[in-house]
């Protein structure tokens, strides 16, 4: 069982940058790999960001390539979903889910997910 705890959103203006994390806990964290999700209303849940275990791989979602930056700590347990230039259409509750074995973009391969975090970006 992993547990998946997202924090750090908020309201930001076009243009500005935050950082989300998602904590994880339980019994082993060890190989799983994580995956950003982002949902906004009326929308289907997106694929935003993922990384490897070792975080020697990662994978970004077609519309914030080159603005978003995934990043871990195992130690810590802890993943990071920095955000720059934001827009507003990079509102939405971000989640964040867990996976054994290596980063796949679709939702429903994931075992695990957060609560999720609501990021608001105004114009």
């Known amino acids: 069982q992993v547990n998946l705890v997202e924090s750090g959103g908020g309201l930001v203006q076009a243009g500005g940058s935050l950082r989300v994390s998602c904590a994880a806990s339980g019994r082993t964290f060890s190989g799983y790999a994580t995956g950003w999700f982002r949902q906004a209303p009326g929308k289907e849940r997106e694929f935003v960001a993922g990384i490897s275990w070792s975080g020697g791989s990662t994978a970004y979602g077609d519309s914030v390539k080159g603005r978003f930056t995934i990043s871990r700590d195992n130690a810590k347990k802890m993943v990071y979903l920095q955000m720059n230039s934001l827009k507003p259409e990079d509102t939405a509750v971000y989640y964040c889910?867990?996976?054994?074995?290596?980063?796949?973009?679709?939702?429903?391969?994931?075992?695990?997910w957060g609560q999720g975090t609501q990021v608001t970006v105004s114009s």
């Open positions: 889910a867990a996976k054994i074995g290596p980063v796949w973009t679709q939702p429903g391969r994931y075992d695990y």
